[in-house]
């Protein structure tokens, strides 16, 4: 706790301002100050069909999704200080058979999660020379509610409990080499932890740990007071940023690229002739376990880094008035995946929303 404590203090009195001695008889200075620009951006997005009696047929339904973007940034002639808050929850309704009265219960007997997002961070960035500088990044992604797969068809469709709030839970830090442009970002950072959290034992007791290793000695799974929560991981991580308003008239692109590797993971995995038998993997429909056993040294930690690729485009409008499109894609070994797709996570949105947006202009 001593060391951790000395650290943080280490850490505050680099980034404290320096303020000068004034030269005698002179009154002294003040020290330079900073300054706050803010952004925050509430938003509501409304979706409903609504059939009955139609005969070209169709499924009554609606979509409520609720989303919140704020980006909180203090700008000091020594340092910047940047905060992005990203959260996002949804939830869609259908009506199996447009009937007001029915012996399910009424309409919109279905409801499922549209959209589940917490995705904050914080960074600390100093300019070295030119555009480089170097920062210290924290990050931390997860869930608002419980995520389900559903088997079957409508209401007798069987809920199986696959995800929840922080589990899984992502932390990650890195002290990162910085580029930074106008519109655009690289960081490389060769030291990252990033820490994964899986707080859900009846997760952990149906083998879905996210991979958070279950390495102590007296592990049994009908003993959740034997279960490991988290897992650390030491690696390199890359993040790319690129935000650009009007593109085009009114259109506002933002694209995000991370990877991480895990210096540890090799450790960890059957790279050898037990491959094949490996239960930690899902292969998708027609791939063949000898595809990945003929690749080179260095596909095969490709293979295993984590992509978190996302798209986002916002055309305006009005004042609130947009109409969005956003793309997520996950590569990530650690999750089996459902049905054929593997290791891939997909989400893609589109649509028309209403939005607020109030801004702390810079002083």
Same mark, same amino acid.
């Given at each position: 706790?001593?060391?951790?404590?000395?650290?943080?203090?280490?850490?505050?009195?680099?980034?404290?301002?320096?303020?000068?001695?004034?030269?005698?008889? #002179?009154?002294?200075?003040?020290?330079?100050?900073?300054?706050?620009?803010?952004?925050?951006?509430?938003?509501?997005?409304?979706?409903? $069909?609504?059939?009955?009696?139609?005969?070209?047929?169709?499924?009554?339904?609606?979509?409520?999704?609720?989303?919140?973007?704020?980006?909180?940034?203090?700008?000091?002639?020594?340092?910047?200080?940047?905060?992005?808050?990203?959260?996002?929850?949804?939830?869609?309704?259908?009506?199996?058979?447009?009937?007001?009265?029915?012996?399910?219960?009424?309409? $919109?007997?279905?409801?499922?999660?549209?959209?589940?997002?917490?995705?904050?961070?914080?960074?600390?960035?100093?300019?070295?020379?030119?555009?480089?500088?170097?920062?210290?990044?924290?990050?931390?992604?997860?869930?608002?509610?419980?995520?389900?797969?559903?088997?079957?068809?409508?209401?007798?469709?069987?809920?199986? #409990?696959?995800?929840?709030?922080?589990?899984?839970?992502?932390?990650?830090?890195?002290?990162?080499?910085?580029?930074?442009?106008?519109?655009?970002?690289?960081?490389? !950072?060769?030291?990252?932890?990033?820490?994964?959290?899986? =707080?859900?034992?009846? *997760?952990?007791?149906?083998? *879905?740990?996210?991979?958070?290793?279950?390495?102590?000695?007296?592990?049994?799974?009908?003993?959740? !007071?034997?279960?490991?929560?988290?897992? $650390?991981?030491?690696?390199? =991580?890359?993040?790319?940023?690129?935000?650009?308003?009007?593109?085009?008239?009114?259109?506002?692109? =933002?694209?995000?690229?991370?990877?991480?590797?895990?210096?540890?993971?090799?450790?960890?995995?059957?790279?050898?002739?037990?491959?094949?038998?490996?239960?930690?993997?899902?292969?998708?429909?027609?791939?063949?376990?000898?595809?990945?056993?003929?690749?080179?040294?260095?596909?095969?930690?490709?293979?295993?880094?984590?992509?978190? $690729?996302?798209?986002?485009?916002?055309?305006?409008?009005?004042?609130?008035?947009?109409?969005?499109?956003?793309?997520?894609?996950?590569?990530?070994?650690?999750?089996?995946?459902?049905?054929?797709?593997?290791?891939?996570?997909? =989400?893609?949105?589109?649509?028309?929303?209403?939005?607020?947006?109030?801004?702390?202009?810079?002083?």
């Amino acid at each position: 706790m001593t060391k951790k404590i000395l650290l943080l203090t280490a850490l505050a009195l680099l980034a404290a301002p320096v303020v000068k001695a004034a030269p005698d008889g #002179e009154e002294p200075t003040d020290a330079p100050k900073g300054s706050w620009a803010t952004s925050t951006t509430p938003a509501l997005k409304i979706g409903e $069909f609504i059939y009955h009696n139609w005969s070209a047929t169709g499924n009554s339904q609606i979509d409520i999704t609720g989303t919140f973007f704020g980006n909180y940034k203090y700008t000091h002639p020594s340092y910047v200080w940047d905060n992005i808050v990203d959260l996002a929850y949804g939830f869609a309704w259908q009506d199996l058979d447009n009937s007001a009265e029915d012996s399910v219960g009424g309409r $919109f007997e279905t409801r499922r999660k549209s959209n589940d997002k917490i995705d904050l961070t914080s960074a600390l960035s100093w300019k070295a020379y030119k555009d480089w500088g170097a920062s210290f990044t924290a990050n931390f992604k997860s869930q608002f509610g419980k995520g389900y797969t559903y088997e079957g068809i409508g209401y007798n469709a069987i809920a199986t #409990e696959v995800s929840s709030f922080m589990a899984p839970g992502y932390l990650t830090t890195a002290l990162a080499f910085e580029l930074k442009k106008e519109n655009w970002s690289v960081s490389l !950072s060769f030291l990252t932890g990033k820490t994964t959290f899986v =707080y859900n034992d009846s *997760l952990i007791a149906n083998e *879905l740990t996210y991979g958070v290793i279950q390495d102590d000695p007296n592990y049994d799974i009908t003993d959740p !007071s034997t279960y490991t929560h988290a897992y $650390f991981a030491l690696g390199s =991580y890359v993040k790319g940023m690129y935000l650009k308003k009007d593109i085009l008239p009114n259109l506002d692109l =933002y694209a995000r690229a991370e990877l991480f590797y895990d210096y540890k993971k090799p450790k960890n995995m059957g790279w050898g002739d037990n491959m094949a038998t490996d239960s930690k993997y899902t292969l998708a429909e027609g791939e063949q376990w000898t595809d990945l056993q003929d690749f080179n040294w260095m596909k095969k930690r490709v293979f295993e880094s984590d992509l978190d $690729f996302e798209l986002k485009l916002d055309y305006r409008f009005s004042k609130h008035i947009s109409a969005n499109f956003a793309l997520n894609l996950k590569w990530d070994t650690d999750f089996s995946g459902m049905g054929n797709w593997g290791h891939w996570q997909i =989400y893609q949105m589109a649509g028309v929303q209403i939005f607020f947006n109030w801004k702390t202009p810079k002083s």
